[in-house]
Each structure stands twice: as structure tokens, then as C-alpha cells.
């Protein structure tokens, strides 16, 4: 998921919570004083903090970045390796966009539809990871 598409999700949980709260205004049981509204109206914001850590972790980057936990273990992992074993790594999936490439040719010749899509976004994949990697070994200094 995007960085912006995050962002609007948490504004969405934000204004859910705020709507929330306000709903309840003039009910039975609900603040009264401006203290009580303002307690119960943070309350509901960490709630929405909370809900949004579980799932999102701000990454504390040059430039801040909305990531998923996963995302995250993913980078962190990939920060730890040596620039060596990544690019190990990245030479692989240069030979998988490689065979990807074939195997598209082959289903373009044979008039396969269905293979031609899964191989031609398998390869985009496969470079996609390729990329990544570069960009990575040269941020650890390269070879």
C-alpha cells in the first residue's frame, strides 16, 4: 500500500472517531464538562493510534515512511545482509526476469493468453526485486 493511500486511511479513522464522539453529545451517560469531553475525545484518538500501530509502523527515516510491520521486518532484514548475499540475490532474480522473458516469448508464439499475462507481470516482478536490490547494495557501500 501506498504512503498516501496509509495516510488517508488514518485521516478515515480519525474522522470515524471524532464523528463518534460527537453522536453522542446531549445522551445519557455521555461528558458533560469541557474536561470530560476533552479526556474522552483523546481517549478515542489513542484508541485510533493504537489501531493504526498494529497495523502501520512510521519509519523513522530521512524521510518518514508509512510501512506495514512486515514491510518493515523485510527492510530491516535486508539492511543486516552484506552487500555480497545481496547481490547474490539480485543475480538470481536477474535470471528469473530472464526465464520469465523466455517462457512470455513462448506463450506469445503458442497463443496463450493467460501465460502471457502471469509471465510478463512475473518478469516486471523479478525486476522490480532486481532494482531494489541494486539500490540497496549501494547504500551499504557496494561490492
Known amino acids: 500500500m501506498s504512503d498516501h493511500q496509509s495516510i488517508i486511511e488514518f485521516k478515515q479513522l480519525i474522522q470515524s472517531e471524532i464523528g463518534d464522539f460527537f453522536a453522542g453529545f446531549d445522551q445519557v451517560g455521555e461528558p458533560a464538562t469541557p474536561e470530560e469531553m476533552q479526556t474522552k475525545l483523546h481517549a478515542n484518538i ?11 509502523f ?13 514491510e518493515f521486518n523485510h527492510y530491516y532484514a535486508i539492511n543486516k545482509m552484506k552487500p555480497v548475499n545481496l547481490d547474490y540475490i539480485k543475480n538470481f532474480a536477474d535470471l528469473e526476469r530472464e526465464r520469465s522473458k523466455e ?3 513462448m506463450a506469445k508464439i503458442a497463443g ?8 510478463r507481470q512475473d518478469a516486471i516482478e ?14 551499504l557501500g557496494g561490492l
Do not use: N, Y
Open 58 to 70: 512510521l519509519f523513522p527515516s530521512q524521510d518518514l515512511v508509512w510501512m506495514t510491520r512486515d
Open 126 to 139: 523479478w525486476a522490480l526485486l532486481s532494482r531494489g536490490l541494486s539500490r540497496e547494495i549501494k547504500k
Open 46 to 56: 489513542d484508541r485510533c493510534f493504537a489501531e493504526i500501530e498494529k497495523k502501520w
Open 112 to 119: 496463450i493468453q493467460d501465460d502471457e499475462i502471469f509471465f
Open 103 to 105: 517462457v512470455l516469448k
